[in-house]
Structures are given as structure tokens and as C-alpha cells.
């Protein structure tokens, strides 16, 4: 099987849901049933992610099977969304797509890239630290991280297991 990365192309959205519901059942053994039976992120969200930033895929000889959503978000590039298929889990496509957004964020101008993600889940906020990220301390997060987070409230999610990450380009 060829894996490759590249940036994603519109008819290449279509298959995102079915990928996003697929790694979202990682959060039922996690406790996080919750998460797994969310609805994908909607295409007006990754279309417009895709038109203001950057959107990168993964693929098993040509077929989507991961994908990160990624556009500018206060001064710098966020990270929405990192999904990729369980079948092809282990293989580095999740660290390959974060690397993929981080380069291009830096040959963009950007100075850091941030997220939100569990700080306790394996593939979430340990995976992220591997990759070069740090959490922050409340008081380093931007106006914006902070409407995230309370975003991330009114959602429901538990907070006391959620954080912001970034890092420095």
C-alpha cells in the first residue's frame, strides 16, 4: 500500500465524515462515548477551512483515509481537526499531517501552530508533545483560545481533561 500527503482537493471532502466516524470510535474505549456519536464536522466548515487555510490528506494508494483541518485563528494557525482511519493507525500519517500543516504554517508566515486536544488520551495530548507541542498555562491563552474554550463548555466537553497546545515555528 503507497501512503502519501498532500493538500486536499474538494472532491476528496466527501469522504472525511465516514473517516472522522471511524476514529472517532478510538473514543469509546476511552470513557468518551460521547465523542464517537458526535456528527462529522460539516463540509461548510472544512470548505472554508480549506479556502482560509490549510486542509492536508491522507491517502492509501489515492484514496482519502486521513485528514487535518487547519486554518488561522487569532495571529496564528490552529489545528481543528486530525483524523485518520483506524485501519491505517500506527503507520505516522497522524504525525506526517501535523508535520504537513506545520511546514506550510511556517512557509506561510506563521510563528506557531496551536490546538485543543485531550491532555490524557494517548493519541491526543502525549502524541502532541511528541510532535513538538506544549501546553499552555491559562494565562498565555489569546482571546480566542478562550471563546474556544468556552466553546468547548457549551458542547459539553470535560474540561478538566481538555487543554490548548502549541508550538513555536
Known sequence: MTYEIRL??????AR???IEKAAGSLFIDAGLA?????????????????????????TADGAPIGF???????RHMHIFELSVHPVHGKK?????????????SKDKGFEAVTLSTFRDL?????????CGFRELERHEWTPALL???YHEEDLGL????????????
Open 8 to 13: 486536499s482537493e474538494p472532491q476528496d471532502f
Open 16 to 18: 472525511f465524515g465516514a
Open 34 to 58: 460521547e465523542i464517537a456519536s458526535h456528527e462529522p464536522t460539516d463540509t461548510e466548515f472544512v470548505e472554508a477551512a480549506a479556502r482560509a487555510g490549510a486542509v492536508f490528506v491522507a
Open 68 to 74: 487535518i483541518l487547519s486554518a488561522p485563528f487569532d
Open 92 to 104: 505516522g500519517l497522524g504525525r506526517k499531517l501535523v508535520e504537513a500543516v506545520c511546514g506550510w
Open 122 to 130: 494517548p493519541w491526543n495530548g502525549p502524541f502532541y508533545l511528541s
Open 147 to 149: 471563546l474556544a474554550h
Open 158 to 169: 470535560p474540561l478538566e481533561r481538555r487543554c490548548f497546545m502549541r508550538r513555536e515555528l
